[in-house]
């Protein structure tokens, strides 16, 4: 059984930052990609960014590119999320994700992902 846990998310002012973590342990593969997704109220969940750790490719949503940067350790099957200069549309529950297994397009389709995390809450106050 794999299990993702996320941590960082909060309340805070737009034009802050926060850093949200995600754990996970049981059986991952060091080679598959992992990635953010968000979730508002109301909406349908939307890629925020994931990262091919062989390659050290990572992909970004154009809404939060040059505010958010993806980083992690695969060996420790760790994913972190810097996020700078916060808007209110970046209001949601975020959600950490992983593939189970290698491939080669690193993907931004939620579908495509088999293991998430329970989510942390994103508040972003004008």
């Known amino acids: 059984q794999v299990q993702l846990v996320e941590s960082g998310g909060g309340l805070v002012q737009a034009g802050g930052s926060l850093r949200l973590s995600c754990a996970a342990s049981?059986?991952?593969?060091?080679?598959?990609?992992m990635g953010w997704f968000r979730q508002a109220p109301g909406k349908v969940r939307e890629f925020v960014a994931a990262i091919k750790w062989s390659a050290g490719i990572t992909r970004y949503a154009d809404s939060v590119k040059g505010r958010f940067t993806i980083s992690g350790d695969s060996a420790k099957n760790t994913v972190n999320l810097q996020m700078n200069d916060l808007k209110p549309e970046d209001t949601a529950i975020y959600y950490c994700a992983a593939r189970s297994r290698f491939t080669i397009v690193l993907s931004a389709t939620a579908s495509q992902y088999d293991y998430w995390g329970q989510g942390t809450q994103v508040t972003v106050s004008s």
């Open positions: 049981g059986r991952t593969s060091s080679n598959a990609d």
